[in-house]
């Protein structure tokens, strides 16, 4: 705040206090003077007699001259005066004793109206000192993170290329598992105590006052100009008249004998702070819940452990070691039980993991809680609503272990051995790391620094020990949770049993590729579907691959993505100034940042942030691909072999760089298989890894299926030869181009060819994988031609046969039983990666399948009940069933009776003018018999006026919008939150005709039946009440139509309108009444706004892959009617409707080749024959949908093509 807004803010509170003491004076002195001024004088002249009670009925039934009125108006007047002037006066005498006024039966108006005066009045007399900044209170992440610091490096002249941090600015220091950008840390300063006592903050409740407040919070009442003064720009121009749920800043006692405070200096970190004052950097987690609701001296707070600015204040908790929840009383630490404060953003479920070993223990916590009154009056009701400030009662922890500060790691006097041969070459450990852990292990990383003593590897954290298919792995990526969709227990989640762990975690980038590849691959099936089908959809029993896919991979694939184009604009830029490519040794992903760990020192420009020895270089996540580096189309990825091993304990995933290494796995058996079936299924998915070959000996051959283009399976021979042979022509190659690196001559795309990379991986365990001479000879020249091969060679097992000197510098990863991934050279100690046999073969099949570019028929409901209305003649995507349908060579006479179709004219009508083909006009067009037509039109009585109902603006119903971007209207009680979840609960219900059980519902949503009960209660308030019967649109579960039937109480949503119910329910009459339902199909298309079920937030609606493929089915729908009206009225000459119809088909599917033709044949017809060339061209024949070369035409486009002049027009434009 400036200095003039400061002063503004003064003199408007003085203003306020002006008039409010004016308005006060005027209560007091001017209301009875005003009441004498009118004659209504309260004290007679003369001592009146007792009136006789015949006098006083004279007087009442007498005609009134006035007297009376007015002797009323007196009376009502000074007692009102009475009123509020004792309240005015009770509240002022009791502000200057410091106690709260007691507040009289029936006086609660006058009584807060005096507060509230009195209060305004105050700030008359409050000076608000100048500088005061105002604060706001932030809800922090309980997560802890890899620490950093910022520290002031001296001014000076910096390079351009930000070869060392900007200087004269603040740097970002990462002192976990990364680097360092200070050229020196302060260590071992003395603490600065007695500073000004920090703040805290407090949330204004109904009918509280300044005052009130500060007699609550300060001891005194008298003390409220203080809060006045730090809260001028909160409070605005009015001060005295507090709004509840306003957040203000108030300050903390000092209390110097039990709480101690230090200042931060330039270079200190939480942890090197934790270290020095309590005696263990673990404790950094403490200074961080003591010191977060502090208003530091420039107005923010503590919300981030990485982040603490020099000149702030930190409160120490006990150095002796006390957790941080203490018990809370003497009494409960008798009796086994303890007491803990909630603190923002808690739950029951993390506190009883927290204090009790386990989240699902939290039960425990609200039974013991339930009989304990706050301190705002209120108890523990709901087990979702729990509050700041409470205090909650922990049964005993019984047997459940204490959770242990992680051992700080050992250091060595030696550096670290590299990767390479030379020295320079390897994943330099990062400068010393100044924090190790916290609750949830802050550090990531064993690291290791010049000048310390010997190391160990950092012993494994206690941890659940995995086992060959279940395994616990932290998660995180950048900017996002890894996190499968089963921990939410405050919302009443359940583990998902469907979910695949491997996919998990550090895992989750490999869910994150599989969506991208699955998406890539389902756009060829829709590329080659033909009208009236749809694609084939996975077996059943892969339902749980897909569904973790989707529900992990959601999450994780924008970062997969970010990854990919960072590293390649990364490239671009580098070698759009002639400079060499980063030798890349590692990436580390923090949910702030992308962490490049380098073989060797290089420069890399701004936005980039590096440590003092170039090694290490920090880029935050989020940061606009364009500062990076350029965009250049089909620029090829530095680094294909770059793959994850591991997440951190604190879930951050590090990948590796295997390109030009010589890789030993031993440890482990199953988990090392199950590292190595990980590491080739990145390679087969990572979109970074086109080009790479595999070739597989022994190990690997569950996951060949996903990607057989980069995975290859050998049984015999020695693919180490030809390995080799390519190894030798990659260097020669370099030597020749006079490129420095296969990285550098792959980015800048020197010579005429392109720069794959080769994997060899083998298991020593197989008697097809013995040790060969060309093997020996392999590795020998990758030791020897670093960077230059563009090779690497990966061993799982002992080597027992010697393929190379013990000198050669073999990249060891040792994998321990309990699922732990160590690479001794460099220090690191993580999670392992892994991916089971049944796990990788079942992600191979759902790849494989995916392939299967033939389609199948659209699927037709369950059911078959002529009770079911317009569903008993249609298929999924609404079209009319088969059984109901005539080929549209019948005719009436051979057939005895009428028949009728949408498309009337003959089939070479249609030919001639559209972009279709007999086999369409069969499939979307058929003969119907009257008979048949009769029975559909009468099977939907309501469809019109349900259309109409849709459209209009007064529309009572509810409406669910699915084709488009998925959204609700209702008319019932309002949403406040999660709006999206429980549309997507309403969309699951309306979209099953016969409804859920409550069993159903929780199984889908993975949360508990008593859970599903309550959101079905939210929801039915939601949908509010149905105006056609009076009841609700969802009905208790016993009442509802569908429980009827199935003898079961289900979930049923009634009268509830929607658009994909509505469109193929006038798709299924279009079809029925011949030629007057083009009119219908076009009504249908008027529906649609985009792509069916848009919008979606990736990590739900999973659901949508059990059994029915909905979202598939109408965007079949969508493109087949659309291809319909186009036909149609590019017969017609309906050119205009032709084109809306078109391109709302490739708008809705804009994967589909069907709408692209029409969209040629339209503009053919308009004459825009270059435009129907370009779209030939561009979007049918040279068109790719993925990394190889355009695709073969499917037969159906063929055939189109070849009844048009297109191509051959083509020809002669080319």
């Known amino acids: 705040m400036t200095l003039g807004t400061e002063r503004g803010a003064r003199l408007r509170a003085r203003l306020i206090g002006l008039a409010a003491a004016a308005g006060l004076t005027a209560i007091l002195l001017g209301l009875p003077a005003a009441l004498l001024t009118v004659g209504a004088d309260l004290i007679p002249d003369t001592i009146p007699s007792v009136p006789s009670m015949s006098r006083l009925w004279a007087a009442l039934t007498s005609p009134d001259d006035g007297s009376l009125v007015l002797s009323v108006l007196t ?225 923010a707070q503590l919300t981030d452990p990485d982040f603490i600015q020099p000149g702030w204040t930190l409160t120490m908790p006990p150095a002796d070691g006390a957790a941080t929840r203490a018990p809370e009383s003497d009494q409960a630490a008798d009796t086994g039980e303890r007491t803990v404060t909630v603190r923002p953003g808690d739950t029951l479920s993390g506190i009883a993991k927290e204090e009790l070993g386990s989240a ?290 604190t879930g951050d995933p590090w990948l590796l760089n295997l390109e030009d290494l010589d890789v030993s796995i031993t440890g482990d058996a199953d988990f090392s298989r199950d590292l190595a079936r990980y590491l080739l299924a990145e390679i087969a998915c990572n979109p970074w890894s086109h080009g790479v070959r595999v070739d597989m000996i022994g190990v690997g051959a569950e996951v060949a299926a996903m990607n057989p283009d980069r995975l290859r399976v050998h049984a015999g021979g020695d693919p180490a030869a030809d390995v080799f042979t390519d190894a030798i022509a990659t260097l020669d190659r370099v030597h020749d181009l006079g490129d420095d690196d296969v990285a550098t001559a792959r980015a800048a795309q020197s010579g005429a060819d392109a720069w794959p990379a080769r994997l060899l991986i083998l298991d020593t365990a197989a008697d097809a994988a013995p040790v060969t001479p060309a093997l020996t000879q392999l590795l020998e020249l990758i030791h020897g031609h670093a960077g230059r091969t563009a090779t690497s060679v990966v061993v799982c097992g002992e080597r027992t046969n010697s393929s190379a000197s013990s000198t050669d510098p073999t990249m060891e990863i040792t994998v321990t039983s309990d699922g732990r991934v160590l690479l001794p050279a460099v220090g690191l100690d993580l999670v392992a990666v892994g991916l089971t046999p049944d796990e990788a073969q079942g992600c191979a099949v759902l790849l494989a399948q995916s392939e299967d570019l033939d389609d199948v028929p659209i699927p037709i409901p369950t059911t078959t009940d002529a009770g079911e209305g317009w569903r008993s003649w249609s298929n999924e995507a609404g079209a009319l069933r088969n059984e109901h349908t005539l080929p549209r060579t019948v005719d009436e006479q051979s057939l005895g009776q009428p028949v009728t179709t949408v498309l009337d004219l003959a089939d070479e009508e249609y030919l001639r003018d559209g972009a279709t083909t007999r086999e369409d006009l069969q499939a979307l067009a058929p003969k119907v018999t009257a008979q048949v037509s009769d029975a559909v039109l009468a099977a939907d009585p309501t469809l019109d006026a349900d259309l109409a109902a849709w459209w209009s603006d007064d529309c009572r119903l509810p409406r669910l919008t699915l084709l488009g971007p998925v959204s609700a209207r209702t008319r019932g009680t309002p949403l406040t939150k999660r709006k999206h979840y429980f549309t997507e609960m309403l969309t699951y219900l309306a979209t099953r005709p016969h409804g859920a059980t409550p069993a159903e519902l929780a199984d889908t949503f993975n949360i508990t039946q008593a859970k599903a009960r309550d959101y079905i209660r939210i929801l039915r308030d939601w949908l509010g009440a149905n105006p056609r019967t009076g009841d609700k649109h969802l009905p208790d579960a016993r009442k509802a139509p569908a429980a009827l039937a199935r003898g079961v109480g289900v979930y049923q949503v009634v009268d509830v309108l929607v658009d994909a119910d509505l469109f193929r329910r006038l798709r299924v009459r279009g079809e029925a009444r011949g030629p007057e339902g083009i009119e219908d199909l076009d009504a249908a298309l008027r529906l649609v706004q985009g792509q069916p079920f848009s919008s979606l937030k990736e990590d739900r609606w999973y659901w949508l892959v059990d059994g029915d493929r909905i979202d598939q089915h109408l965007l079949c729908a969508i493109v087949d009617v659309a291809h319909l009206v186009t036909t149609h009225s590019l017969r017609a000459g309906d050119l205009r409707r032709a084109r809306l119809a078109a391109e709302t088909a490739a708008l809705a599917a804009p994967d589909e080749e069907i709408p692209r033709l029409d969209l040629a044949a339209v503009a053919d017809a308009e004459g825009h024959h270059a435009e129907a060339d370009r779209i030939l061209r561009d979007d049918v024949l040279s068109r790719s949908d993925h990394e190889g070369a355009p695709p073969e035409l499917n037969d159906r486009t063929k055939q189109v093509i070849a009844g048009k002049d297109w191509l051959e027009r083509t020809r002669h434009a080319s």
């Not at 230090?262 to 005696?279: C, H, R, Y």
């Not at 030379?422 to 802050?442: F, L, N």
């Not at 992990?552 to 997969?560: E, H, L, N, Q, Y």
Request: hydrophobic share 40%; glycine share 8%.
């Open 75 to 299: 009376i009502v007047g000074w007692a009102a005066w009475l009123f509020l002037a004792g309240s005015i006066v009770l509240e002022v005498i009791s502000r200057l004793r410091g106690v709260r006024a007691p507040r009289l039966p029936g006086l609660a108006m006058p009584q807060v109206a005096a507060r509230n005066l009195v209060s305004a009045a105050l700030l008359l007399f409050i000076t608000a000192p100048v500088g005061a900044q105002p604060a706001r209170a932030a809800t922090i992440p309980r997560s802890p993170a890899v620490v950093t610091a910022t520290v002031e490096i001296p001014a000076g002249a910096h390079a351009e290329s930000n070869a060392t941090p900007q200087e004269g600015r603040p740097a970002q220091v990462a002192t976990g598992s990364g680097a360092a950008t200070a050229d020196k840390l302060t260590l071992g300063r003395p603490s600065q105590r007695g500073s000004a006592p920090p703040l805290l903050t407090h949330t204004v409740k109904r009918g509280e006052s300044l005052w009130s407040i500060a007699e609550q919070r300060l001891g005194s009442g008298a003390r409220f100009g203080e809060i006045a003064a730090l809260n001028t720009e909160v409070l605005g121009d009015k001060p005295g008249f507090l709004t509840p749920g306003t957040l203000l800043v108030i300050p903390r006692e000092a209390t110097t004998d039990t709480v101690n405070t230090v200042t931060v200096e330039p270079g200190d970190t939480l942890s090197q702070i934790a270290q020095e004052q309590l005696g263990a950097a673990g404790r950094c987690p403490e200074i961080f819940d003591a010191s977060k609701d502090t208003i530091q001296p420039d107005g």
């Open 360 to 649: 699902s223990r939290y039960p425990e916590i609200f039974n013991a809680s339930t009989n304990t009154r706050q301190a705002d009056g209120e108890q523990l009701r709901d087990l979702d609503l729990i509050r700041p400030g409470w205090i909650l009662t922990i049964p005993p922890a019984d047997e459940q272990a204490t959770p242990q500060a992680p051992a700080e790691p050992a250091h060595s006097s030696e550096r670290h051995v590299p990767l390479r041969s030379a020295p320079e070459h390897g994943i330099h450990p990062p400068p010393p790391a100044s924090a190790e852990g916290s609750a949830d292990a802050v550090g990531s990383t064993t690291t290791a620094a010049e000048g310390a003593t010997p190391t160990t590897p950092l012993a494994p954290r206690p941890a659940e020990s995995p086992t060959a298919t279940s395994r616990s792995v932290p998660t995180a990526t950048p900017g996002s949770s890894l996190e499968a969709p089963t921990t939410v227990d405050e919302q009443g989640e359940v583990p998902a049993s469907w979910v695949l762990t491997g996919l998990t975690g550090a895992g989750a980038l490999l869910a994150g590729s599989m969506l991208l590849s699955l998406r890539r691959r389902r756009t060829a099936q829709f590329r080659a579907r033909r009208p009236g089908r749809t694609i084939a959809t996975p077996e059943p029993a892969l339902a749980p691959v897909e569904k973790t896919v989707i529900a992990v991979g959601g999450d994780s694939a924008p970062t997969v993505d970010y990854l990919d184009e960072m590293l390649r604009r990364l490239a671009a830029a580098h070698t759009r100034t002639g400079g060499a490519v980063p030798q890349l040794a590692a990436v580390e992903l923090t949910k702030s940042t992308i962490r490049l760990h380098l073989i060797s020192p290089a420069g890399i420009a701004a936005p980039w942030q590096g440590t003092p020895d170039q090694l290490h270089w920090t880029l935050p996540t989020g940061t606009p691909l364009d500062k990076v580096g350029p965009a250049v189309p089909d620029q090829p990825a530095p680094y294909p072999l770059l793959v994850t091993i591991g997440a951190s304990d």
